[in-house]
């Protein structure tokens, strides 16, 4: 079995037929090795976000309608159904987001001890945001349609625009980024908030490292949609935030790339990405689209494939 090696971020895309000699066979090699997507589904199945002047156009779409990027009708259209009503709600919930933070965090502090166990607390927090991120993006990936009443404009439209202008969310300010994941962690922290203003001493110390877990959790659930633009954004990004990504600490631009491989079936965790690896090899997500599609008759992904298609 071959086996692609990984190749540099702008493999030269009008050398892609000849991608052969990066190839070695390895009798070693087994399903587990095999990438879950090979260079060459990256560069024919995505856009390519880290050459915005598109010289790495591949000859046979030279020409044609867009696939992807602003000006592909689809993404035209979702962009337009951005409301003022919706930019009211995630700035409402951005503000109330970082006061409940901060607040916990002030009243956490007294508490925090350095020990071993709140440190794994912490760790299964934050491994809990990327299993949450993934589970969420999936099922809004997945199913659903933008038509649906409530939940398809305001929640399941920016997924489909993301497929079909990935780089989109690199010209979205911090409130429309991040509006959506700050509303999920609202409740958590405000339970956060009133355990440390209402519990006695001894319950809190009692209590501490759940209240780690879950803080943990909401900070890197209330990141989440930052990391995942900075996973897309290849030009001016702050040294520290490459540092992090290059150390696997938030999810790095080339492990992304994977999802945004056509038609969108993979690495769906956005947080770390720590968790895309074993879902994969585990089948995770495809037999849970199986079930679903048993059970409901909905077949996986047919509103996104629908907007992707979009050309006039
Ligand atoms: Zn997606
Ligand atoms: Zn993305």
Redesign the pocket.
């Known amino acids: 079995m071959a086996l692609p090696l990984p190749l540099s971020p702008c493999a030269k895309r009008d050398g892609i037929n000849n991608c052969d000699h990066f190839e070695y066979a390895s009798s070693m090699a087994t399903t587990l090795l095999a990438p879950v997507k090979t260079e060459q589904d990256i560069l024919k199945h995505s856009m390519y976000e880290d050459d915005p002047n598109e010289n790495t156009q591949l000859p046979s779409e030279v020409g044609s309608e867009p696939r992807w990027g602003p000006r592909h009708r689809g993404a035209q259209e979702l962009a337009e159904l951005y409301s003022p009503g919706k930019r009211l709600q995630e700035w409402v919930c951005v503000l109330l987001c970082c006061t409940l933070c901060l607040m916990a965090g002030l009243l956490m502090m007294k508490y925090i001890r350095p020990d071993a166990s709140l440190l794994l607390a912490a760790l299964a927090g934050v491994l809990t945001a990327d299993f949450a991120s993934g589970l969420v993006h999936w099922a809004a990936d997945t199913w659903g349609a933008v038509d649906l009443p409530l939940i398809g404009k305001n929640f399941l439209r920016p997924f489909r625009e993301?497929h079909i202008d990935?780089t989109s969310?690199t010209r979205h300010d911090f409130i429309e980024t991040n509006g959506d994941n700050f509303a999920i962690t609202i409740p958590v922290l405000a339970k956060i908030v009133w355990q440390l203003l209402t519990y006695n001493v001894e319950a809190i110390h009692e209590q501490f490292h759940w209240i780690s877990y879950w803080y943990l959790c909401c900070i890197f659930v209330a990141m989440t949609n930052q990391i995942?633009k900075w996973?897309?954004t290849y030009f001016g990004l702050p040294a520290w935030v490459i540092w992090l990504q290059e150390w696997h600490i938030v999810l790095p631009r080339r492990h992304?790339r994977i999802?945004?491989v056509a038609p969108h079936e993979t690495y769906f965790c956005?947080t770390t990405g720590w968790l895309n690896w074993p879902l994969e090899k585990l089948h995770f997500w495809s037999t849970l689209e199986a079930i679903i599609e048993v059970l409901t008759g909905c077949k996986p992904r047919a509103d996104d494939m629908k907007w992707a298609q979009k050309r006039s």
């Open positions: 993301h990935p969310i995942h996973s897309h992304h999802h945004h956005i």
